[in-house]
């Protein structure tokens, strides 16, 4: 079992390489996890993606399973982007709240960037789980995977990338409270490729 000590998550399965620049805030509380995959081949390329101050998750995953902490539980990170709507997405609410989120996602006169970020900022004004998760409560990992531009899709996750995530998912859910029903993929819940993490089991 690993210890959750000032936002670090102690375990021999984890390796501390926590990238200050990722943390953009306080993270007052974890309601869910999100599954990611780099789109790149190795952990080294994301990596110097971080060193240079993109957007990045708490957790990162290898190829052969490793695991780093990237940035501490106690902060925040810019690792989902703009938030679908549940509401839309899965039709589970009221006739009133699908038409809002409709009127928002096909409003005539705007872009498509500006519906979308104005169905996000309607989205963030709801809570959990009324939403889907925001970076404001949720945890991120790092699938170490490339993206193949030719094929449009995502390369496979290992069994054993799977075999980590799957420890570390219990983790989370041990020190969080949480439940398999609060973990969710990138695409769920953002505007990103379909295959994106679709393998990866937890």
Not at 142 to 156: C, H, L, P, Q, T
Request: glycine share 8%; aromatic share 8%; with cysteine.
């Amino acid at each position: 079992m690993s210890k959750l000590v000032n936002g670090i998550l102690a375990s021999e399965r984890i390796i501390q390489k926590i990238f200050i620049d990722l943390e953009k805030g306080r993270l007052i509380k974890i309601n869910t996890v999100i599954v990611h995959q780099t789109g790149a081949a190795t952990a080294k390329h994301t990596f110097n993606s971080y060193e240079a101050g993109g957007s990045g998750a708490h957790f990162l995953i290898d190829k052969v399973g490793v695991i780093y902490q990237t940035a501490h539980l106690t902060k925040h990170t810019h690792h989902l982007g703009k938030i679908k709507s549940k509401c839309f997405e899965s039709g589970h609410c009221s006739k009133n709240e699908l038409k809002k989120a409709t009127d928002i996602l096909y409003e005539k006169g705007k872009s498509y960037p500006s519906r979308i970020l104005n169905l996000h900022q309607s989205e963030k004004e709801k809570t959990y789980p009324t939403r889907y998760p925001t970076n404001d409560d949720s945890v991120g990992i790092e699938i170490v995977g490339s993206f193949n531009k030719a094929k449009k899709e995502y390369e496979a996750v290992s069994k054993v990338q799977n075999g980590s995530l799957k420890w570390l998912v219990g983790q989370l859910h041990c020190h969080y409270g949480l439940t398999n029903l609060d973990v969710y993929r990138h695409p769920e819940v953002s505007y990103k490729k379909a295959s994106e993490a679709s393998s990866a089991t937890w």
